[in-house]
Nanobody
Framework: EVHLVESGGGSVQTGGSLRLSCSTS????????LTWVRQAPGKGLEWVST???????TYSDSVKGRFVISRDNAKDMLYLQMNSLKPEDTAAYYC??????????????WGRGTQVTVSS
């Protein structure tokens, strides 16, 4: 069974940093692209970043230059280093896996999420 479990969320002040982790199991990690999405209170899912099977990365404009996605194929782990955090980054963050090259909204399953709260 496929499992993804996010961790590392918390409360920080504007300008702070957090590192999210996504622990995975139940599938061949290095054969899948991985992505982070987030959901702010009262809003829909927002794509944040994707890393493909070759380590290539893409970011939404809202986080480009501040967030860094990475993967450790030896540990089956996905990470999101978040720097220069802003209040608008406040959201629940979810990791998901998908077929390399497919749109993020076709990814799944997803973890249960980890909450990030940024105060001004």
């Amino acid at each position: 069974e496929v499992h993804l479990v996010e961790s590392g969320g918390g409360s920080v002040q504007t300008g702070g940093s957090l590192r999210l982790s996504c622990s995975t199991s139940g599938f061949t990690f290095n054969r899948y692209a991985l992505t982070w999405v987030r959901q702010a209170p009262g809003k829909g899912l927002e794509w944040v970043s994707t890393i493909n099977i070759r380590g290539g990365t893409t970011y939404s404009d809202s986080v480009k230059g501040r967030f860094v996605i990475s993967r450790d194929n030896a540990k089956d782990m996905l990470y999101l280093q978040m720097n220069s955090l802003k209040p608008e980054d406040t959201a629940a963050y979810y990791c998901g896996r998908g077929i390399d090259g497919s749109p993020w909204d076709q990814f799944g399953p997803w973890g249960r999420g980890t909450q990030v709260t940024v105060s001004s």
